[in-house]
T-cell receptor, first 111, second 112 residues
Framework: QKEVEQNSGPLSVPEGAIASLNCTYS??????FFWYRQYSGKSPELIMS????GDKEDGRFTAQLNKASQYVSLLIRDSQPSDSATYLC???????????FGRGTSLIVHP | NAGVTQTPKFQVLKTGQSMTLQCAQD?????MYWYRQDPGMGLRLIYY???????DKGEVPNGYNVSRLNKREFSLRLESAAPSQTSVYFC???????????FGQGTRLTVV
C-alpha cells in the first residue's frame, strides 16, 4: 500500500489560473512535508518544505498542510507554461531518515 | 556551489557487467540516498546512509551494493547488471533526518 498518494493527472490549467495539486498520506507520525518539481528528463528540484499546520507562501507558491486530515497541497498562482512539469510530494516520519515520495502529478499549463 | 554531483550522466552496460555510480555532495550533509526512477513507478529508494559510517537497505536493494566512503561520497555498485536495472538513478542528500533532500542530476543507465 503506497503511503503517499497523488493524482497522476495530467492536470491542465490555462495560463494565469491557479493550479491546485493535492497529496494525501497515511502515516500519522509524519512530521516533514516537501514539494518538488521535476521537468521531463531532469532531476527533482525542491520547491517548498512545510512542517506545521497552515499555509506557507513563497512567491507564487503556497503550501497548505492539514495534519488532522492528512493532506498537503500546493497552490501555484498565476500559472505559467514554464510551470508545466511533474510535481512530487514527499513525506518524512518524525525521526525517520527516509522521505517517502508520491508518484507525482503532471501539470500542463496551456497558453 | 555544486550541490550533489553524480557521475557518469549516461552509461550503457552489457548484461553481467559491473559498474559503480559515484555521488558527492559539498553541502556538509549527513544523510545520503540512492533512488531509481522508472516510468509509472515513481522514485524508489535503493539504499541510504543516515550518517557517515552507516548504510541501510531501502525498498529495492537487490542487485546493488553501496559504500559511504566518507561524509561527502556515497557510491552505488551494480555487481552483475541485468536489463531490469535499466533506469534513471538519482543520488540525494539531506542535512539530517527531518530536512529536505537535494538531488543530483541523475544517471541514465541502460543494460542491454
Amino acid at each position: 500500500q503506497k503511503e503517499v498518494e497523488q493524482n497522476s493527472g495530467p492536470l491542465s490549467v490555462p495560463e494565469g489560473a491557479i493550479a491546485s495539486l493535492n497529496c494525501t498520506y497515511s502515516d500519522r507520525g509524519s512530521q516533514s512535508f516537501f514539494w518538488y518539481r521535476q521537468y521531463s528528463g531532469k532531476s527533482p528540484e525542491l520547491i517548498m518544505s512545510i512542517y506545521s499546520n497552515g499555509d506557507k507562501e513563497d512567491g507564487r507558491f503556497t503550501a497548505q498542510l492539514n495534519k488532522a486530515s492528512q493532506y498537503v497541497s500546493l497552490l501555484i498562482r498565476d500559472s505559467q507554461p514554464s510551470d508545466s512539469a511533474t510535481y512530487l510530494c514527499a513525506v518524512k516520519r518524525g525521526g525517520s531518515y527516509i522521505p517517502t515520495f508520491g508518484r507525482g502529478t503532471s501539470l500542463i499549463v496551456h497558453p | 556551489n555544486a550541490g550533489v554531483t553524480q557521475t557518469p550522466k549516461f552509461q550503457v552496460l552489457k548484461t553481467g557487467q559491473s559498474m559503480t555510480l559515484q555521488c558527492a555532495q559539498d553541502m556538509n550533509h549527513n544523510s545520503m540516498y540512492w533512488y531509481r526512477q522508472d516510468p509509472g513507478m515513481g522514485l524508489r529508494l535503493i539504499y541510504y546512509s543516515a550518517s557517515e559510517g552507516t548504510t541501510d537497505k531501502g525498498e529495492v536493494p537487490n542487485g546493488y551494493n553501496v559504500s559511504r566512503l566518507n561524509k561527502r561520497e556515497f557510491s552505488l555498485r551494480l555487481e552483475s547488471a541485468a536489463p531490469s536495472q535499466t533506469s534513471v538513478y538519482f543520488c540525494a542528500s539531506s542535512l539530517d533526518g527531518n530536512t529536505e533532500a537535494f538531488f543530483g542530476q541523475g544517471t541514465r543507465l541502460t543494460v542491454v
